[in-house]
């Protein structure tokens, strides 16, 4: 890490009710969102592929397959987003010269490996070929967890990170698959319908889970940035609920199954939103400087 050789020399030194620049602002952070987008999207496509696998392996292949097709082109797009937030995009072939040193590289070599195997899934099908992609595609997620963390900022350290994105991004991607292949009633209507309401609700409660791991001044700068956050989380959570409800009680299971899915993006996009604007940037101190 690159450390600074100019040094602020006093004999009254720092106060001690000195603060950071813009410590007590109201304003949200960059939220930067092609990578909204792009976290968003990859991380839906890897837990649409898991879903692939499971079907396949309940011997539903048709439904694997669209679900893996489905799972790619939410890649694909995904990744095209991501490309909006280059400086220049048209340098990005140059990725390989950091990849000793910097995550950044190390995610686009991981995800160039990972979109010909999911692409290969997605069209020949098979198990061994979607755990192949499930395995590449979660190193490739991985990869993008730990550019965050890299940076030290309060509340991105690896673990809450990685947990922050398996709860709200592979786990909606999760329900996602449920709901795209979730049509027809019998005891296939029954597994999707258990399975949708668990991962809603496995994803519910990683979500708070995370709330809680993150230190007290980033709690303090969401609720102050973004005062709204757990509400309008709490809303999209409930119209996916609503629309797991639909499905149990109504012949309209097609619409509903529809209605849990717009929910569940809108859950994992708004989070990725609140990841970025709601993480106070480090900055110099402030305030109570003493010269």
Excluded at 15 to 30: I, L
Excluded at 98 to 111: K, N, V
Excluded at 209 to 232: C, D, K, M, N
Aim: contains cysteine.
């Amino acid at each position: 890490y690159t450390r600074p050789t100019t040094r602020y020399v006093s004999s009254r030194g720092i106060a001690k009710e000195a603060n950071e620049v813009g410590q007590a602002t109201s304003r949200p952070e960059e939220p930067h969102y092609p990578l909204v987008w792009m976290l968003g999207l990859t991380q839906m496509a890897l837990g649409m592929e898991c879903v692939a696998l499971w079907l396949g392996m309940l011997g539903e292949s048709g439904k694997a397959l669209w679900v893996g097709r489905l799972a790619a082109g939410m890649l694909l797009a995904g990744l095209g987003g991501s490309v909006l937030h280059l400086g220049r995009p048209l340098g990005a072939w140059r990725f390989f010269l950091g990849l000793r040193t910097s995550w950044m590289s190390r995610e686009i070599l991981a995800f160039h490996v990972a979109v010909p195997a999911v692409l290969g899934s997605a069209w020949a099908g098979g198990d061994t070929a979607r755990l192949v992609a499930i395995g590449l595609l979660g190193v490739a997620v991985w990869t993008s967890a730990m550019i965050y963390a890299d940076t030290r900022r309060p509340g991105w350290s690896a673990g809450v990170v990685a947990l922050d994105f398996v709860s709200s991004g592979v786990i909606a991607g999760g329900i996602l698959g449920v709901c795209a292949s979730g049509g027809g009633g019998g005891t296939a209507g029954v597994s999707h319908l258990l399975a949708g309401g668990a991962l809603l609700a496995l994803m519910a409660i990683g979500n708070a889970w995370v709330g809680t791991l993150v230190p007290e001044e980033v709690r303090e700068f969401r609720h102050r940035v973004v005062p709204r956050a757990r509400s309008i989380e709490a809303f999209l959570l409930g119209g996916g609920a609503m629309g797991l409800g639909g499905v149990f009680w109504t012949e309209l299971d097609a619409v509903f199954w529809g209605i849990l899915g717009v929910f569940t993006i809108g859950v994992n996009l708004w989070r990725r939103y609140v990841f970025f604007a709601g993480t106070p940037a480090p900055r110099m101190p402030t305030g109570g400087l003493k010269c």
